[in-house]
């Protein structure tokens, strides 16, 4: 049995129409299927643990955006008996990039789908902070800049203009080059898995990645493998704010591992504590100011039909 949680608002809407071609096409072809359309944020992490329940073989799809994806990966359980499916239909697709499938047209991706009798054994992290979120994530996690763009992009009415011209991505980048200059930044202290300790001064962001991508196609980590049970930690700290912003197109062309100020570590864990708290975010998702966050990668966590 298939079971599809929706979110027909993703896109500004656009994922609707989406939803309607998929939906023909499984109907057209005669699938054994039951749907369900998120009605608001968290709804789809509810809708997950309920079809979660169900006996049997669950093969588990997402229709929507790297944010709906997340809601029901935290609301899955029994993760060696459920299969997740993705189409991807959001304005980021990060997830989609990650997976080699946000290029691929939403009913030829659903097709691939359906004629699938493989699985990919996909590491998930997991964010915990000093003031008690646990969180789960597929693409990334992070403190600072990312974090407080993904903050922003959550009501932010610039995407919502974008994308009605296909270009919602952009404004990612632009809240990026607000934020780097009026957040505050603060020291730290990073502690990898292996005992390794830094003492980063001026934190711009630190981001824990699983896929290459995040922001909606912004590589932080190239090198950065779903399956090899480790995230790819990259931090930008001790560097002017000017400095950062002008090294931008060089991160944008994955060529920032040798700029001075920008360190990439790959682990299994990283620990930081901060002077002050600062944003942090789960696969763009908001959660809270902390002074100490850890993301731990958690291996060969989920199924991924591909």
């Known amino acids: 049995m298939y079971y599809f949680v929706v979110n027909a608002l993703s896109r500004t809407g656009k994922a609707g129409k989406i939803w309607q071609d998929v939906k023909a096409e499984l109907d057209r072809q005669g699938v054994e299927y039951k749907y369900y359309m998120t009605s608001a944020r968290g709804h789809a992490k509810k809708l997950a643990s309920k079809i979660c329940d169900n006996e049997g073989d669950v093969k588990l799809i997402v229709v929507g955006g790297d944010g709906t994806a997340n809601e029901v990966i935290n609301g899955m359980h029994d993760f060696d008996r459920v299969k997740f499916g993705y189409v991807p239909t959001g304005s980021g697709n990060d997830l989609g990039r990650g997976l080699g499938i946000n290029k691929i047209k939403p009913v030829d991706q659903l097709n691939n789908i359906l004629r699938s009798d493989k699985t990919m054994k996909m590491d998930l992290g997991e964010l915990t902070t000093g003031d008690g979120v646990k969180r789960l994530f597929a693409i990334s996690a992070g403190i600072g800049v990312d974090a407080s763009v993904c903050k922003q992009a959550l009501t932010s009415k610039l995407k919502t203009f974008l994308n009605k011209f296909g270009a919602g991505s952009a404004t990612y980048v632009i809240l990026t080059i607000k934020s780097m200059f009026t957040m505050p930044l603060y020291n730290g202290r990073v502690e990898l898995a292996d005992g390794t300790v830094k003492h980063p001064k001026n934190i711009i962001f630190c981001a824990a990645m699983n896929h290459p991508w995040e922001g909606g196609g912004v590589p932080m980590a190239p090198n950065a493998n779903p399956t090899d049970g480790k995230l790819s930690i990259c931090c930008v700290s001790d560097i002017k704010r000017a400095n950062c912003f002008m090294k931008l197109p060089l991160l944008l062309a994955s060529k920032h591992d040798r700029i001075v100020g920008f360190d990439i570590y790959d682990s299994e864990s ?37």
């Open 270 to 306: 990283v620990k930081i504590e901060l002077e002050e708290g600062m944003t942090v975010h789960a696969d763009g998702e908001y959660c809270g100011e902390p002074k100490t966050v850890e993301f731990k990668c958690i291996s060969n966590a989920i199924s991924v039909i591909i």
